[in-house]
């Protein structure tokens, strides 16, 4: 049984401890992540919030649960959860350090997707025990983010000596842990940032764009078309392009372009952007045939500072000839 002062883990196939659980920074991901732990017969003792946001949050969530300055958050808790923005995440660290608050032997959990195990060198340097555990999931603050948690894959990176228990408390919040190197961690949070965050932004530029078009219910007109394309993309992968880009539909896409530019002009930029990705990949996968791409390419190219192809202007993919489009596309 771990003593105030020390967290162990005397088999590390077996349940961690129970423990007593803080949290620094009330946002929308560390109240739930304490209430999943609770679930599993830890103890939140205490969390930090400063917003009437972050307040209002662990109430919901963590009802009964001092809220306390970070230092007591840390005197408190045998794990403590670090759950606030990325560029405050280095600065909390080397603070919490600098003044004394950790304690030889405390588990500090950091949620951040960039950061490995480095970013808590201060905190190691103090005695604690560094873990890094990403939920790779969207919360909203709620209760429902606890239920997400469920089968939620969690990227993870620790010291290898403490890699199991990191594993074991991922398990008890529901999630799935992925192991994630410490040097792969910032590419790791860019593609996850490329997937979810940048389709909410698609999403939501879709919708306004089909209410211009009069449609009255465009979640329920997106919903079961982005429901397929997401189930396809991730069955197949490139193998589930469609579309007037695949196609090589250039009349259309010209069409889409000049419509966009009448009625909402600063999805133009966005629109291109992703059309040329589009073609790219479906050239690569020899899914637009070369014989068709010109055109294409033609419209793609308006207003574009580097034209299709990841050597530019002169690279082997740019515009040119149907022989150049289809070169290696290694």
């Not at 992925?178 to 879709?206: F, K």
Request: proline share 9%; aromatic share 2%.
């Amino acid at each position: 049984m771990n003593t105030p002062h020390q967290t162990e883990f005397r088999d590390p196939s077996a349940r961690p401890a129970r423990l007593s659980v803080g949290v620094v920074g009330a946002g929308r991901v560390g109240p739930a992540l304490a209430r999943a732990l609770q679930q599993a017969g830890h103890r939140p003792v205490a969390v930090s919030g400063v917003s009437d946001a972050s307040r209002r949050r662990a109430a919901e969530l963590l009802p009964d649960v001092p809220l306390v300055p970070p230092g007591e958050v840390l005197a408190r808790a045998d794990l403590v959860l670090l759950t606030v923005p990325d560029d405050t995440l280095p600065a909390l660290v080397e603070g919490l350090a600098e003044t004394g608050a950790i304690r030889p032997g405390q588990l500090l959990v950091h949620t951040s997707g960039r950061y490995g195990t480095a970013v808590l060198d201060p905190a190691r340097r103090a005695g604690a025990l560094p873990l890094a555990l990403h939920p790779a999931m969207t919360f909203t603050g709620t209760m429902v983010d606890v239920q997400r948690l469920a089968g939620c894959s969690f990227g993870v990176t620790a010291p290898g000596e403490l890699r199991l228990a990191a594993e074991a408390l991922v398990i008890e919040m529901g999630g799935e842990p992925e192991w994630i190197a410490e040097e792969s961690r910032p590419l790791y949070h860019a593609a996850l940032a490329l997937g979810a965050n940048h389709l909410v932004t698609l999403v939501a530029q879709a919708m306004e764009l089909l209410r211009t078009a009069g449609v009255e219910h465009p979640d329920r007109m997106l919903g079961p078309l982005l429901g397929a394309a997401l189930d396809n993309a991730l069955r197949s992968g490139d193998a589930a392009l469609t579309g007037p880009v695949a196609r090589g539909d250039a009349g259309t896409v010209a069409a889409h372009v000049a419509e966009l530019r009448k009625h909402a002009p600063g999805t133009v930029a966005g629109y291109l952007a992703m059309a040329r990705t589009t073609a790219d990949r479906a050239l690569a996968h020899g899914l637009l045939k070369p014989e068709l791409a010109e055109d294409l390419l033609g419209v793609l190219g308006q207003d574009a500072e580097q034209p299709l192809g990841p050597q530019g202007p002169e690279g082997p993919r740019g515009p040119g000839t149907p022989d150049d489009l289809g070169g290696d596309p290694r």
